[in-house]
């Protein structure tokens, strides 16, 4: 069974689009991340969300929209896209505190 | 805020060797160091993790060493064989809650 999965693997799409990157952990976590990795590989976190409440919100565009419909799920919304935005975008849970974070198998978003 | 940073960017032993990664963090309250693989295309692994009241911890080829006074950490390898070959992240944070990562470190053991 996946425990941390991402839906699609991959999103090519075109400058100015809307798209959004869906997530779901079965580990039965209260906590979820969204984070961004880009072509030099760095690792970036974006949001945190603690039994559906925003805990985190770094420096992010504010095209960008988190929304956990419940704490299994954490979606990413992007309105807008643009060429700066391609990366693989991982989506990660974490139980209580000094837990490990799982990660999902990423999206890698291209646009074009 | 926490800032944590990751040498040498690029590492080439020979299999059977040891490597060694080191990163430095700014905040001496993160309390949390974990370490993560990442093979090519995959997702990030964690391997080991450190909390701030330990000094060391050890898992079979894998360890990691904390020096909190001077806010150093740094994971060694022992023995690296060809499919220990990926990119390693260090990671800093107070309880978990937000990871801040190193620049990573792409480790390759040649046969």
């Known amino acids: 069974d996946t425990a941390v999965s991402q839906t699609p693997k991959y999103l090519v799409t075109q400058m100015g689009n809307d798209k959004s990157i869906k997530c779901e952990q079965n580990?039965?976590?209260?906590?979820m991340y969204w984070y961004k990795q880009d072509s030099k590989k760095f690792l970036k976190i974006m949001f945190s969300?603690?039994?559906?409440?925003?805990?985190i919100n770094e420096t992010v565009p504010n095209r960008f929209s988190p929304k956990s419909p419940d704490k299994a799920h954490l979606n990413l919304h992007i309105n807008s896209l643009e060429l700066g935005d391609s990366a693989v975008y991982f989506c990660?849970?974490?139980?209580?505190?000094?837990?490990?974070?799982?990660f999902g198998p990423g999206t890698r978003l291209t646009v074009l | 805020g926490e800032n944590v940073e990751q040498h040498p960017s690029t590492l080439s032993v020979q299999e059977g060797d040891s490597a060694v990664i080191k990163c430095t963090y700014s905040?001496?309250?993160?309390?949390?160091f974990p370490w993560y693989k990442q093979e090519l295309g995959k997702r990030p692994q964690l391997i080991i993790d450190?909390?701030?009241?330990?000094g060391e911890k050890k898992d079979q080829r894998i360890a990691v060493t904390l020096n909190k006074t001077a806010k150093h950490f740094s994971l060694h390898i022992t023995e690296t064989q060809p499919e220990d070959s990926a990119v390693y992240f260090c990671?800093?944070?107070?309880?978990?809650?937000?990871?801040?990562f190193g620049t990573g470190t792409r480790l390759q053991v040649f046969p």
């Open positions: 990660a849970s974490s139980g209580t505190a000094y837990n490990e974070q799982f």
């Open positions: 580990l039965g976590h209260d906590t």
């Open positions: 969300y603690n039994n559906k409440e925003l805990i």
């Open positions: 905040d001496s309250a993160s309390n949390y």
């Open positions: 450190i909390r701030s009241n330990v």
């Open positions: 990671a800093a944070s107070l309880n978990t809650d937000k990871l801040i």
